[in-house]
Every structure is written in structure tokens, then in C-alpha cells.
């Protein structure tokens, strides 16, 4: 019998290679059979630093030395958390530590972690680097009797209508998944617009969220084969038929937007200091929290939405479709990555910016901004393989799945930024300061 524990791993680093194992964190903890330590994480104010980082080793089941040239050249960084390390090596019966050395570029690991296997992590092949390190940590689990799968969860549902401050809130019903992905029933919406951008898209405000219309139709998702920069998990492109037009909005959710829903609910803004940023997109959210949103703006705004539709997280086509427009483009503005179009790490801001900085410059073909780089941004969907159908059980909300993220954020790189990139993460208790979201409004599909 599997035992029935998280695998834990201790990720050992310098602070100047703080970025790219702040990735490796997050795509460690989103497997579900990992518990992983991270000083930043882990370390809370008034612990002990030294005895904190000796008890974590020695729970450690593995332990990823994450190196550079940087890192093996600074002399803080080994007489610290590698020497801990070490120093733990030192001790232990030979073949029970399990170490990995991990190379963040070309460089020659230091002389006492030559005994063990390194693997290699370079930014120009990650994602096959970091399949290679779950193989490695899947024979350690095995090796301990500790299952390397993801545990069930709760459905969504159940958590909705068990948390006391959301007793009102009634999940969205679910049609059968045997259902066609067709929308016979609602109507082409004819208002009129309330505003125009400065690039002529008409601009539809709904409680006080700029949204822009698309219209039905087919578009190009996911990667082709001849793409190197594309996962597996892009593949194969297919063309999809949105069969019924909705809205989106224009710019993920403000922290000036999600105010009036926490304060309803009398809880804290998880932004600390939000009103001196009350343009910046919202973080620190989970999908659970930002379909909680979703579905209370939704029954304020009943009244006032057009007939037939809903407020909710988008669809990962219809949220693909916005972003790179009806013939597949690479990123929102074309085929070419721009850093002064998007906030990604290129760009070096290292923090989120105001929605619209980037506008109209790196605007999609709808109109919609922020698409690529800023915030990371939750879709209402399953991570499952190519092509997309929404009747597959994908878009079930009371699945445990891991659910899809897309867009990167100002942590992200040119590739995550892509429009067909996609980034898979439990829906559950996870929230860092790159998660945000938008909302469409939309026929309630599932």
C-alpha cells in the first residue's frame, strides 16, 4: 500500500537565481503528490532561519541544489543553505540521501555534489528538463511506497455550499456532457456600445467592467507541429466553431472591482495596500475564489445582462479566440514577441502594472488588453488534451481537475506569454501575486 503522505522536496538556492526557481516551485506545486519547500514559501517572520532550514532538510525526501555560475561562485550562499545541506550529506548512511544538483545554465557543480547525477534546466528546453525531473522524483516515491498522484479534492460545489460566507451562492448547473456544442437559442445582442477604444472597438460597460464583443465563428487553437517554442500539450492545432458571439472583458479584474465583492462578505482584499494600486490587476486569487466572484457578480447583474447569457470565468478557447484572433496569431499584436507590448520578465518591472499600460500597442484583435504578460489569468477549464470539446467533461465544475491558466504574467518569459500557452494548477488553496482573472459573459455552457 502507497503511503499516504506528500513526497517532500527542499529546493536549495541562491537569491540570484531566485526568479527561475520561483517557476520551478510553482510547477512542482501544482503535481499534487509534492509538498515543496521554498524559504519564501515556508519561512515566517520570528522563525529561526538556521534551525528552520535544518528541520526541512532533514524531513526532505529529496533535494534539488539548484546551481549557476552566480550561486557557486557566492561564498553567502555555500555557507549557508548548501552547507546545511552538506552538512547533512556528511551524516547520513550513504545511499539513503536522495540529492539532485540542478543546473540553471552550463556550469561545473561544486566539487562535493559531484557524486551525485545532475540535471540540467536551461531556459531553452524547460519543458523536457522538467518532465525528466518528475521521472526522477516519481522513482523516489516509489522507492518510499508514496503514491506520485495527485489526491482527490472536494468538487467546487461541495466547498460552495459548505463555506458559511458563501450559503447564498448556488454553483452553475451543469447540462449533460453528451450535449453538442451548439447555442440554438440566443439572440444576436444589438445594443448599442457605451464607448469606443482609441483603435474603434465598440466598448460594452456592465457593472462598471469595460467588456468587447466577439463575435461567432471558427478560430485556430492550440500549436502546430512545426512550432519548437509549443508543449506537447498545445498539440495538435484544431479548429474549433464558437457558434454563438459573447463578451469579454476588456482588462483582467481591478483590485478597485474586487473590493466591493470582499466587502460584501466583510473579508480582507488579498492585495495588502490595494487602494494605492486600485487600477492594478487583482492577485493573490484562486480559481475557487475567482469563480466565488464570478457567480456573485452574476446575481447582481441578472437584470441587467442580456437575455440568454451569464457572468463567468471564460472557456479556454473562448478565452484563446480573444487573444490571438480568428488565424492563430503567435501573441495578441502578431507573430513576433514585442517586450514593449507586454509585461513579462523581459520587460524587467518585476511587479504587476496598471490594466491598459500596454494599450492599444499590444492589444488583441478584439480589443482586449493585458493578454499576454502582467497577471496570470484562471479559465473556467480542465486541463485535458487537444482538441478542445466542451462537452468532454472538461468545463465540469465539480471536477478536482487541474484547472488552466493562461496568459504568463510579469514572472513569465516571451514563451509562457504565447496565446496558445497553457499552464495547468489545482483550483485549491493556491495563491500567489501573479493570479488574476477576467470575466466574460457568456451562454452558460455546462
Known amino acids: 500500500m502507497p503511503e499516504n503522505r506528500l513526497l517532500r522536496v527542499f529546493l536549495c538556492h541562491s537569491s540570484d537565481d531566485k526568479p527561475v526557481v520561483r517557476e520551478l516551485y510553482r510547477q512542482l506545486s501544482t503535481e499534487g503528490w509534492l509538498d515543496v519547500w521554498l524559504d519564501e514559501e515556508k519561512l515566517y517572520p520570528g522563525q529561526d532561519w538556521n534551525l ?53 545554465e552550463d556550469c561545473e557543480p561544486p566539487r562535493r ?26 522513482i523516489r516515491a516509489n522507492s518510499l511506497g508514496i503514491s506520485a498522484e495527485t489526491p482527490q479534492v472536494k468538487p467546487v460545489s461541495e466547498k460552495l455550499k459548505l463555506d458559511p460566507k458563501r450559503e447564498s451562492i448556488e454553483p452553475p448547473k451543469i447540462k449533460s456532457t453528451q450535449e453538442k456544442h451548439k447555442v440554438e437559442s440566443i439572440p444576436k445582442v444589438t445594443e448599442p456600445a457605451d464607448k469606443y477604444t482609441t483603435d474603434g472597438y465598440a466598448v460594452h460597460t456592465f457593472g462598471g467592467i469595460d467588456f468587447v464583443k466577439v463575435p461567432a465563428g471558427k478560430f485556430l487553437m492550440g500549436s502546430a507541429d512545426k512550432d519548437k517554442s509549443a508543449s506537447s500539450g498545445e498539440k495538435p492545432q484544431c479548429i474549433v466553431d464558437l457558434n454563438y458571439e459573447y463578451y469579454i472583458g476588456r482588462f483582467p479584474v481591478t483590485n478597485e472591482q474586487y473590493a466591493t465583492y470582499v466587502e460584501t462578505r466583510e473579508d480582507n482584499h488579498p492585495v495588502s495596500g490595494w487602494k494605492e494600486k486600485r487600477a492594478y490587476p487583482v492577485v493573490n486569487v484562486s480559481w475557487y475564489d475567482a469563480m466565488a466572484y464570478c457567480q456573485w457578480l452574476d446575481g447582481l447583474l441578472k437584470a441587467k445582462l442580456p437575455p440568454g447569457l451569464v457572468l463567468r470565468l471564460p472557456t479556454e478557447a473562448e478565452w484563446e479566440k480573444v487573444a490571438r484572433g480568428e488565424k492563430g496569431l503567435k501573441y495578441p499584436w502578431g507573430d513576433t514577441f514585442d517586450k514593449t507590448k507586454c509585461n513579462t520578465r523581459e520587460g524587467g518591472k518585476g511587479g504587476t502594472n496598471p490594466v491598459g499600460d500596454y494599450s492599444p500597442q499590444g492589444d488583441s484583435p478584439y480589443g482586449c488588453a493585458d493578454m499576454s504578460g502582467n497577471v496570470w489569468e484562471w479559465t473556467h477549464t480542465i486541463f485535458a488534451p487537444y482538441p478542445y470539446q ?24 516571451e514563451r509562457s506569454a504565447r496565446c496558445a500557452y497553457r499552464y495547468n494548477v489545482p483550483w485549491y488553496g493556491i495563491n500567489y501575486d501573479d493570479w488574476g482573472f477576467r470575466v466574460v459573459i457568456a451562454p452558460n455552457l455546462f
Open 113 to 138: 555534489l559531484r557524486p551525485w547525477q545532475y540535471a540540467d534546466y536551461f531556459e531553452k528546453d524547460r519543458e523536457r528538463a522538467y518532465r525528466r525531473l518528475l521521472v526522477s522524483l516519481r
Open 52 to 104: 528552520e532550514i535544518e528541520k526541512a532538510v532533514e524531513a526532505a525526501d529529496a533535494i534539488l541544489v539548484c546551481l549557476s555560475n552566480n550561486s557557486i561562485t557566492k561564498e553567502g550562499y555555500v555557507q549557508r543553505e548548501l552547507r546545511t545541506v552538506l552538512d547533512y550529506a556528511d551524516y547520513k548512511p550513504e545511499g539513503t540521501l536522495y540529492l539532485i544538483p540542478i543546473r540553471l
Open 390 to 413: 466542451v462537452n468532454d467533461g472538461r468545463e465540469n465544475v465539480d471536477s478536482g481537475g487541474n484547472r488552466v491558466r493562461r496568459g504568463g504574467s510579469f514572472y513569465a518569459t
